[in-house]
């Protein structure tokens, strides 16, 4: 684990600033550029330049200075960043050294997957407690968590701490569960289902639609099978990459 910062602290070069406000954007290239820096650490290496950062990232090496000048991390000429010291400002900025709990409610086949996955440890994220309205789930164990009654989920929020829900119900009843959720004090919810939650201002929803994603590919293979039929019509090789909700 990285060490943790917390402002910024006089002499201290590369410190992470007051808590900086930024871009919507830039918010949203962060986890890549964590993931791309926790891949250089365990592949051995101490140092990065912005070009090979952005290049495992995915991005223009001049948006991603420009996105890391926010966190008042501008690297060192002829060097180039200090993988460990950026890991551990991008964390911290992204409140990753808190642990934060989760409840995932909805364990049909999507969410059965989510709980069972192992990789949300490693980012910071803790799924403390399973939800579902179908008695025939209720007492199952998923991976070392036993599945509770919906009708708990208030309680649960309080008692295990739980900051952010993750929704993977039916439409139907994805609602219900975004307001049960919300009375009970939580602020973030990542949605799964596929419909819009209506939430008060100050709650924050993050919706994942798979569907939308595939629609979204299926225009652009449409769009590169018009340009091969048109007379002398060529599309070049590699197609476009676009980030899940960019």
Not at 77 to 90: H, N, P, S
Not at 131 to 154: C, M, P, S, W, Y
């Amino acid at each position: 684990m990285s060490q943790q910062r917390h402002g910024n602290t006089p002499g201290n070069a590369g410190a992470v600033p007051a808590f900086p406000d930024l871009p919507e954007a830039t918010i949203a290239r962060l986890p890549e550029y964590l993931r791309a820096l926790h891949n250089l650490a365990e592949a051995g290496s101490d140092t990065i330049s912005s070009e090979g950062l952005a290049a495992a990232a995915g991005v223009n090496s001049a948006k991603l200075r420009k996105d890391l000048s926010h966190l008042g991390s501008y690297g060192t000429r002829g060097v180039g960043y200090d993988v460990t010291l950026l890991i551990d400002q991008i964390e911290y900025i992204l409140g990753l050294d808190q642990r934060r709990a989760v409840a995932l409610v909805g364990v049909g086949n999507l969410g059965h997957a989510l709980a069972g996955y192992d990789g949300f440890a490693s980012r910071g994220f803790r799924i403390v407690a399973l939800f579902d309205a179908d008695l025939e789930q209720v007492g199952k164990a998923i991976n070392g968590l036993t599945v509770r009654h919906v009708g708990e989920l208030r309680r649960a929020v309080v008692e295990d701490g739980i900051t952010i829900g993750v929704i993977s119900t039916p439409p139907s009843a994805a609602q219900g569960v975004a307001d049960d959720l919300v009375a009970a004090g939580v602020t973030s919810i990542l949605n799964f289902a596929p419909c819009v939650l209506s939430v008060p201002a100050g709650v924050d929803v993050r919706k994942v639609d798979l569907a939308i994603e595939l629609q979204i590919l299926s225009f652009h293979e449409h769009r590169k099978a018009s340009l091969t039929a048109l007379p002398g019509g060529l599309v070049g090789e590699g197609g476009n990459q676009e980030a899940v909700g960019s």
